[in-house]
């Protein structure tokens, strides 16, 4: 595999902008790769996960690319990685080797884990204090083991790993889990969660750069149904403004995962409050959100302007 021809600098650029498989060609990944060229020039790559063979020589650890030439790692990396195929052995390797060589990645490691399970962020927000909504979910035992111990009924069902809203029913009340037990995936674990019926088909995104809410949306379901995911052709309602306690909890909950760059999901409550529904660290948004993007330039900017650690 080859990585596309770019206008941007090479593997020696000062700030990349990392692509996991499956993401390098999102409509968000092209994107960014135009704005970060337009801006950074050649200080800047677009480069892909296939491209780095990470080594350690002489108790030193080694970044080369396929052809075996040296890399210097970049001092910024923002990642854009696939949420349901991420593995410790894989993408999460290379940001832990790349942070050792001292890149600032974007965003930190141990936010971009918590925010891959579903329940890792879960257990998070709950211990800072924030809404969350009633969840259930098993390790080792077996899906009639957990439903026979009890869910909410009705329940909103998610995979632990899942994006776009694939994996994600509303299941009116146990009986019918039992009856669907065996078409569910055993290869994760599934969360049970407590149903807002306030919030049926629609949701408050936030997106949150560097500790701030710089753009916000209600997103509404395409057809009456309970995912309001845009992939799914739920309809966007630009809001920046509208909603200030529901953008100060979008603060609030990225602060506490780590995120430096989130996409943060709010449920409406019947009284007018939120409940945190989910954060994502591979946040994507549209063209009716133009916020984003300068917001991540001017982050990026931030870090390459303070004084380089070497």
């Known amino acids: 595999m080859e990585a596309p021809d770019r206008p941007d600098g090479g593997l020696d650029a000062e700030l990349w902008l990392l692509l996991g498989h499956g993401v390098h060609d999102s ?21 892909h996960t ?15 690319d396929l052809a075996g030439r ?4 970049p001092r910024v990396a923002c990642a854009r990685l696939p949420v349901t195929t991420l593995t410790n052995d894989r993408e999460i390797t290379l940001l832990r080797h790349l942070r050792a060589m001292g890149a600032e990645v974007l965003n930190p490691i141990e936010a971009v884990l918590a925010c891959a399970n579903k329940f890792w962020q879960l257990q998070q927000l709950a211990l800072a204090g924030l809404p969350v909504p009633d969840t259930r979910t098993y390790t080792d035992a077996r899906l009639d083991e957990a439903l ?7 329940c909103v069902v998610k995979s632990v790993r899942g994006q776009g809203g694939s994996r994600v029913f509303l299941a009116p009340d146990a009986a019918l889990l039992a009856d669907l037990q065996g078409s569910l995936r055993p290869d994760v674990p599934y969360l049970f969660q407590h149903y807002v019926r306030h919030s049926h088909g629609r ?4 997106i949150v750069v560097d500790g701030r809410a710089v753009a916000a949306a209600v997103r509404t379901s395409a057809d009456g149904g ?56 591979n946040v994507s948004w549209g063209e009716r959100m133009p916020e984003v993007a300068p917001a991540l ?3 990026c900017a931030a870090r390459l302007a303070r004084p380089s650690a070497s």
């Open 50 to 64: 296939f491209q780095l063979l990470l080594g350690v020589s002489g108790g030193r650890l080694t970044l080369h």
């Open 203 to 206: 949701d408050l995104r936030v």
């Open 27 to 47: 409509p968000v990944a092209r994107l960014l790769r135009r704005v970060f060229a337009e801006q950074f020039g050649p200080r800047f790559a677009a480069v």
């Open 226 to 281: 309970l995912k309001s995911n845009v992939a799914l052709g739920g309809s966007v309602d630009p809001c920046p403004g509208r909603y200030p306690e529901g953008e100060e909890l979008a603060v609030r909950a990225a602060k506490e995962i780590g995120l430096v760059i989130a996409g943060v999901d709010l449920l409406f409550e019947a009284d007018g409050t939120f409940t945190v529904c989910e954060v994502n660290a």
């Open 148 to 154: 026979a111990a009890g869910v909410p009924e009705p």
């Open 297 to 299: 330039v001017a982050a």
């Open 70 to 73: 040296a890399v210097r790692p």
